[in-house]
């Protein structure tokens, strides 16, 4: 027979067994319950949606430009276009040096550049642009110095060599602003094809042609228009 005193043994051994039972369990659910609470302070924000929208293109080829000023693109024959002038909308104006000289690996302008270079700054003369950029070939920087003198501010030089990451240096360094961009035949139409995220949509500029000038406009949300025109 158990005597008293070893039932009460008995019952105090099972009490402490049930003890330490329940606290292994409530152990277990506290750490069930931090680890869920971890990796829901964890879990990433979501990204922001990135702006999808395609370009739209305007073609004036018919047109010549007479002035840019006041955000307007007043032509020869008395049409004009209105530049979108929302807060945060940026415009860039983009053409190639004017006619070059044949000779010498780093040729100058013609007289007839030199007339173009003359007529750009005529069609600027209102405008207030906030940057100019040019590569550092003399045709380019003769074609551009018209513009800046009259300005009375210096150009940016850039390599031609890398448009893409040129392009990415303006589209968040220039953002609201007016710029003015003279490039080479194949520079200045890679150069739209990156601003207007539209992959090989312009080609080179005929070897020929000097008188092509083009607008990328880029809304506050990022809409992109281009307009083709010449001057």
Same mark, same amino acid.
């Not at 840019?68 to 807060?87: E, H, M, R, W």
């Given at each position: 027979?158990?005597?008293?005193?070893?039932?009460?043994?008995?019952?105090?051994?099972?009490?402490?067994?049930?003890?330490?039972?329940?606290?292994?369990?409530?152990?277990?659910?506290?750490?069930?319950?931090?680890?869920?609470?971890?990796?829901?302070?964890?879990?990433?924000?979501?990204?922001?949606?990135?702006?999808?929208?395609?370009?739209?293109?305007?073609?004036?080829?018919?047109?010549?430009?007479?002035?840019?000023?006041?955000?307007?693109?007043?032509?020869?024959?008395?049409?004009?276009?209105?530049?979108?002038?929302?807060?945060?909308?940026?415009?860039?104006?983009?053409?190639?040096?004017?006619?070059?000289?044949?000779?010498?690996?780093?040729?100058?302008?013609?007289?007839?550049?030199?007339?173009?270079?003359?007529?750009?700054?005529?069609?600027?003369?209102?405008?207030?642009?906030?940057?100019?950029?040019?590569?550092?070939?003399?045709?380019?920087?003769?074609?551009?110095?018209?513009? @800046?003198? *009259?300005?009375? %501010?210096?150009?940016?030089?850039? !390599? $031609? /060599?890398?448009?893409? #990451?040129?392009? +990415? &240096?303006?589209?968040?360094?220039?953002?609201?602003?007016?710029?003015?961009?003279?490039?080479?035949?194949? @520079?200045? *139409?890679?150069? %739209?094809?990156?601003?207007?995220? !539209? $992959? /090989?949509?312009?080609? #080179?500029?005929? +070897? &020929?042609?000097?008188?092509?000038?083009?607008?990328?406009?880029?809304?506050?949300?990022?809409?992109?228009?281009?307009?083709?025109?010449?001057?």
């Amino acid at each position: 027979m158990v005597s008293r005193l070893q039932l009460l043994g008995i019952l105090l051994v099972s009490s402490l067994i049930f003890a330490c039972q329940d606290g292994s369990k409530s152990t277990k659910a506290a750490t069930k319950a931090t680890d869920k609470t971890e990796v829901t302070t964890a879990t990433p924000a979501a990204k922001p949606q990135q702006t999808t929208a395609k370009a739209s293109n305007i073609v004036m080829d018919e047109h010549a430009v007479k002035t840019i000023a006041n955000n307007k693109v007043t032509f020869v024959d008395g049409t004009s276009y209105d530049i979108p002038a929302a807060a945060g909308s940026t415009s860039f104006f983009l053409l190639r040096h004017a006619e070059k000289e044949k000779e010498g690996e780093n040729p100058g302008l013609t007289a007839a550049g030199t007339k173009r270079a003359e007529r750009l700054a005529d069609i600027f003369k209102s405008e207030n642009l906030d940057r100019v950029y040019t590569t550092f070939f003399q045709r380019t920087i003769k074609t551009i110095e018209p513009v @800046t003198n *009259m300005m009375g %501010i210096f150009y940016n030089a850039y !390599q $031609p /060599n890398d448009m893409k #990451t040129f392009s +990415e &240096t303006i589209l968040k360094n220039d953002q609201g602003k007016k710029v003015l961009i003279v490039g080479h035949s194949n @520079t200045t *139409m890679t150069l %739209i094809n990156l601003l207007s995220f !539209q $992959p /090989n949509k312009y080609q #080179t500029i005929p +070897e &020929t042609e000097f008188d092509h000038l083009y607008l990328v406009q880029i809304s506050a949300k990022g809409e992109r228009t281009v307009v083709k025109m010449k001057y």
